[in-house]
């Protein structure tokens, strides 16, 4: 069959038959067409000539749109197998079309017309002084933030050393001797603040 002689249109009854197979289809009934052909009214001022002579000429350009949509068809698989046979593949030429896309972006006036704004914002005076404020904020915030930690790490070693901490220490301590008992060689482990072994030297 010649691709050149069937219908390409995808919302065509006739998709993929030849025109002559096409033809046979006229002999379809049409819904609501009982027996007699269903004329248009003509609209009011157009004579029965006009109207045939338009008619005439709607078939003709019809048949030119199909004509036009075969040949587009030819050319898009013609176009299709060049870029096949030179290795393009859609990746690429999506990609091609993403860079001169952006290139294009980057020479509109709009985008030059927003970069020189930007500079212009960042050479004003407000954009200094909001700038200058913020890096002022951030060192007096990392100022106060060191001050809190030696502060609590100052805390801290007040706290070890408190009697308090020391008590907790001395029982957590002791609490340990009693759980693991003996040294691995035999001999008898010691209280850290105790000089006396305990007397019970069993593990549990």
């Known amino acids: 069959m010649d691709p050149a002689s069937q219908d ?7 998709k993929g038959l030849g025109v002559e197979q096409s033809d046979s289809l006229s002999d379809v009934p049409v ?8 004329v248009n009214p003509l609209p009011p001022g157009l004579t029965e000539e006009e109207a ?4 005439t000429e709607l078939t003709k350009v019809e048949e030119e749109i199909n004509t036009l949509r075969q040949v587009l068809s030819a050319k898009e698989r013609h176009a299709a197998e060049l870029k096949r046979k030179l290795g393009l593949s859609p990746l690429n030429e999506l990609k091609q079309n993403l860079s001169k896309g952006w290139q294009d972006v980057q020479t509109s006036n709009a985008y030059l017309s927003a970069s020189a704004t930007l500079d212009d914002i960042t050479r004003s005076e407000a954009y200094k002084k909001t700038q200058e404020t913020l890096s002022q904020a951030g060192q007096k915030t990392s100022a106060a933030l060191s001050t809190v930690g030696t502060a ?6 007040d706290m070890r050393n408190s009697a308090t901490f020391k008590s907790f220490e001395d029982r957590v301590g002791n609490l340990k001797y009693k759980v693991v008992g003996t040294k691995g060689n035999g001999e008898a482990a010691g209280s850290p603040t105790d000089s ?6 069993a593990p549990f």
């Open 8 to 14: 390409i249109n995808l919302n065509s009854p006739n």
């Open 31 to 38: 819904e609501g067409a009982v027996g007699t052909t269903v």
């Open 52 to 55: 045939e002579e338009l008619r």
């Open 152 to 157: 609590i790490t100052r805390k801290l070693g």
């Open 196 to 201: 006396n072994p305990a007397q019970d030297n």
